[in-house]
């Protein structure tokens, strides 16, 4: 009797275990099927589909994260890792670990990377503009300074990077040369001077302009005047990247002109930061600029606790218009790259107001594709 009891709860708790595992089976089968055939496919006869990773992401090997990843995306760029403050933190002594680990992560995968960002305004080492009596170091020394991080930057990536963010920001809203400690120290043509070292740091690799912002007529302006004037200097130029750090209010004619402006100079096109806020941009002036800040407001951060159906079907119009506008000139769009995957590690949640919940990349906090996801890959 005793026997035949334990032959039942065993079969009982083989029942049970065989009930576990197929519906384990199910789910990883049902998250395979989301992120078979993803965004990277849907796109692929058109532009390449990219996204920011951090160390974190490269580093902690998160199961979902890195299914998502390689499913949906065939291109990255670092979010921090390549910028010259992590690069060269003090003068001459070159830290590569974290962007090596970051590329090879790539390469494992077979995605394409873009080296962001040589010359930045931000993000760059303190030392880099003064001597060590805290005095602006001269035109001659600043060139020099440049021209080796550059050498050696783009000289330790060669043949593992494809393109390169050459000078980010450097123009204002109102089409004048940003007055960075560049721009300060040597002068306008620091902008040629960065074009020329990187072409000569390697000669493969395409070269880019980046900026936010590219909505702004003043703006296209002074891109526009920028490609002709590298181009008349014999450097090169291969693309122009729109940051493309829009809201739901961004002014998307006004940036298709943009695009079109870029590609009449005979260069291609990419967005390369794109996040698409739902959340109200305090005094209506919407911008990336990194140094704008507000205070928080409870009014500022309608969605805490989770964004309404209506939002989110205003930005998956919102987000059909945009990738219909690429596919439109998908003769000049090279590469559409999200600033980030999933909606809970975006810096928007914390730009320009610290501590609000934004929604703006494809992926919700549960790393579940939005519906919109779905409607742009038809
Ligand atoms: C700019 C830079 C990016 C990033 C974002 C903010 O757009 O180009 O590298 O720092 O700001 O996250």
Not at 10 to 24: G, T
Not at 51 to 73: E, I, K, Y
Not at 115 to 121: K, P, Q, S, T
Not at 221 to 246: C, E, F, T, W, Y
Request: hydrophobic content about 40%.
């Amino acid at each position: 009797m005793k026997t035949k009891i334990k032959l039942v709860i065993c079969k009982l708790r083989l029942v049970r275990l065989s009930v576990v595992m197929l519906s384990l089976c199910a789910c990883v089968s049902s998250a395979q099927a989301q992120h078979a055939n993803g965004l990277k496919d849907a796109f692929k006869d058109r532009f390449l589909i990219g996204t920011a990773v951090n160390m974190w992401q490269v580093r902690n090997g998160d199961t979902l994260f890195n299914s998502v990843l390689t499913s949906h995306f065939n291109a990255v760029v670092a979010e921090n890792c390549m910028k010259a403050e992590v690069l060269q933190p003090i003068e001459n002594m070159f830290y590569f670990k974290d962007a090596d680990e970051f590329v090879s992560y790539a390469g494992k995968r077979g995605m394409v990377v873009t080296g962001h960002c040589l010359v930045w305004h931000s993000q760059a080492p303190s030392w880099f503009f003064r001597d060590d009596k805290g005095v602006r170091v001269s035109r001659e020394v600043m060139i020099e300074r440049m021209r080796r991080h550059i050498y050696t930057v783009v000289g330790h990536f060669k043949g593992r990077v494809k393109g390169w963010d050459v000078v980010n920001e450097a123009v204002e809203f109102d089409g004048s040369l940003r007055r960075s400690e560049f721009r300060e120290i040597i002068g306008e043509d620091y902008i040629r001077l960065a074009f020329q070292f990187a072409h000569e740091a390697d000669p493969d690799a395409e070269l880019y302009y980046n900026d936010y912002g590219m909505d702004n007529a003043a703006k296209r302006g002074a891109v526009v005047n920028m490609i002709r004037d590298l181009k008349s200097h014999g450097l090169r130029i291969d693309a122009v990247g729109m940051q493309s750090h829009l809201a739901l209010g961004s002014d998307l004619t006004e940036y298709e002109k943009s695009v079109e402006a870029f590609a009449g100079e005979g260069v291609k096109v990419m967005a390369t930061e794109l996040d698409v806020s739902v959340l109200p941009f305090p005094n209506g002036t919407m911008t990336a600029e990194v140094s704008t800040n507000f205070d928080y407001q409870e009014y500022l951060n309608p969605f805490k606790n989770g964004i309404s159906k209506e939002k989110l079907d205003e930005q998956g119009r919102f987000m059909r218009r945009l990738f219909d506008l690429y596919k439109r000139h998908s003769d000049v769009f090279t590469r559409v790259t999200f600033w980030g995957v999933s909606d809970a590690f975006s810096w928007k949640n914390d730009f320009p107001v610290h501590g609000r919940t934004d929604f703006p990349l494809p992926f919700d906090r549960d790393m579940k594709a939005k519906p919109w996801v779905y409607e742009i890959m038809k």
